[in-house]
């Protein structure tokens, strides 16, 4: 699983508006607003779930924002295109990662979330036992503490990195106190 943070780069200091998820298994982009974000805030054709208070976009629309951002395969001088990035084959994912996503048509673009896997895989397995322990499926956290299931999905396998707000969310829908320490490390 890859993610990218999506920022407006027409908004001076701009924080990332989403999340752009791609499973290299399915093939299939995910996207994921940030929490508290407007619809002036996020490329135009999600902007109606938005303001349906819709935080996850329905994969059609992703994928029809990604495809407006890379050549289809289809293209006369693909071969061209590949080369050009670097890339023997085609692959949606390496060609939107190679342009950062730009587009002429507005002015977001992607930057990828690089992942410490040891914290990431560490945090994961935390509150999958946790969650586990209070006996709730990951819907039933999702609904519990206001993140999406996919969100949830995400933290368990060690694939994104949550914000200690996020967490916060989590450990008041698992109904346990969040705590965070710094402690020496054993010397080995």
């Known amino acids: 699983m890859r993610t990218f943070e999506l920022i407006d780069g027409g908004r001076r200091a701009a924080r990332p508006c989403g999340v752009l998820s791609y499973d290299a298994k399915t093939g299939e982009f995910s996207f ?7 619809e ?13 208070g819709e935080r996850v976009i329905p994969s059609r629309w992703v994928k029809a924002w990604v495809e407006e951002r890379i050549p289809p395969a ?4 693909i071969g061209e295109v590949l080369r050009d990035h670097g890339l023997t084959t085609y692959d949606p994912c390496e060609l939107l990662a190679s342009s950062r996503g730009r ?9 990828e979330i690089v992942h410490d896997d040891r914290w990431a895989l560490m945090m994961g ?4 036992r946790a969650r586990e322990k ?5 819907e039933e956290l999702a609904e519990r503490s206001g993140i ?6 995400l933290i368990e396998c060690g694939k994104v990195n949550p914000t200690v707000r996020t967490l916060g969310k989590l450990s008041e ?3 346990m106190r969040l705590r965070i320490a710094f402690e020496p490390e054993d010397p080995k």
Not at 40 to 52: C, H, I, K, Q, S
Request: glycine share 8%; aromatic share 8%.
């Open 173 to 175: 829908g698992l109904g």
């Open 74 to 77: 289809t293209r006369q001088n």
């Open 40 to 52: 002036d805030e996020v490329p135009l054709v999600f902007a109606p779930f938005v303001v349906r």
């Open 103 to 111: 587009s002429t048509q507005d002015d977001f673009y992607l930057r």
């Open 32 to 38: 994921e607003c940030a929490e508290g974000i407007r």
């Open 134 to 138: 209070e006996g709730i499926t990951q």
């Open 125 to 128: 397995d935390v509150l999958t």
């Open 148 to 153: 999406s299931q996919v969100m949830v999905s």
